[in-house]
């Protein structure tokens, strides 16, 4: 269902992210994205980084040009969405580990934070290409997560990949029931197989070309599933099953092009 929403707050997190928080009461589950349209350009999906109650948010990054232009919405900009699309993160696990990457972490914190409130224990590996390109470590802190960093260029944290955090972790035998990752593909891959030679159970959301978000026009199109119905959280073994997951995908005009 379409709807206009205005932007109440826009918030800005690094210098590459912003977070808009806007006024919708239709539920949505931790996981799942809405289809955004700024009026007057593109419609892009965007992961919900804030899913609870009646004020959600969507937190964007500047990539292309579509997402640069439209991070500089001021509040008080009338957008349209549609959703909440798109399958969610179990909230079942009771030893979590999540492993983001960049802006990925957004879609993975507000899971987090609700298994905190449900008592579970949240442990994050969270990596940047640099200190102030940090997103929601804080934020995670704050729900009582335990949080490791790892930035590129060594100004915080751990100086490598997230991945050499989050592969340190797992190697604590029984310390996790599930791990949950969102960020570059090539990251989610090895995410995925360090969790699977440990034996435990990994979820990646993934991002794809969309349209119609509804399962009919096949952009979204990853093996044969449609990441908007059948995603975009999918188990870590699925992914590994699929010859593009973290080596390709397709361009706004369908090329497959590496990711
Ligand atoms: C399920 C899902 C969740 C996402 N969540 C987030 C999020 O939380 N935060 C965030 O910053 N980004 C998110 N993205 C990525 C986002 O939708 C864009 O792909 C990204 O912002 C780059 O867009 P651009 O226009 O700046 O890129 P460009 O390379 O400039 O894009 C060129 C053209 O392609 C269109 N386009 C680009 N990406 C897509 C797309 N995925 N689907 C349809 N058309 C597209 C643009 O509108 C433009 O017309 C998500 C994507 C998916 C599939
Ligand atoms: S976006 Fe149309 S099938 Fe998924």
Not at 19 to 48: C, H, I, K, N, Y
Not at 191 to 209: H, I
Request: charged content about 25%; glycine content about 12%; hydrophobic content about 40%.
């Amino acid at each position: 269902m379409h709807r206009i929403v205005a932007i109440d707050r826009r918030v800005p997190e690094t210098p590459s992210t912003v977070t808009w928080r806007f006024r919708d009461p239709t539920p949505a589950a931790p996981g799942q994205f809405v289809m955004v349209w700024v009026p007057g350009d593109d419609e892009l999906p965007m992961s919900l980084s804030y899913t609870d109650g009646e004020t959600k948010g969507v937190t964007v990054k500047a990539m292309g040009a579509t997402s640069r232009r439209i991070q500089e919405i001021p509040p008080g900009t009338r957008i349209g969405i549609r959703g909440p699309y798109g399958n969610r993160f179990a909230l079942t696990p009771r030893r979590l580990l999540i492993v983001g990457g960049g802006s990925g972490t957004a879609v993975l914190a507000p899971g987090a934070e609700a298994l905190r409130r449900d008592g579970a224990e949240v442990v994050g590996a969270l990596g940047a290409t640099t200190a102030a390109e940090m997103l929601f470590a804080e934020r995670l802190r704050s729900a009582g997560a335990r949080i490791e960093l790892a930035t590129d260029d060594g100004s915080l944290g751990h100086a490598g990949y997230v991945t050499e955090v989050a592969d340190r972790l797992l190697g604590e035998p029984g310390r996790f029931d599930a791990v949950w990752t969102c960020g570059p593909e090539v990251m989610m891959r090895k995410v995925a197989l360090a969790a699977r030679a440990r034996g435990v159970p990994a979820f990646g959301s993934v991002e794809r070309q969309m349209k119609c978000a509804l399962g009919m026009c096949d952009a979204c199109a990853l093996g044969p599933y449609h990441v908007c119905v059948d995603g975009p959280v999918f188990p870590a073994e699925t992914l590994l099953g699929l010859s593009e997951f973290g080596r390709s995908k397709r361009d706004p005009s369908g090329r497959l092009v590496p990711v």
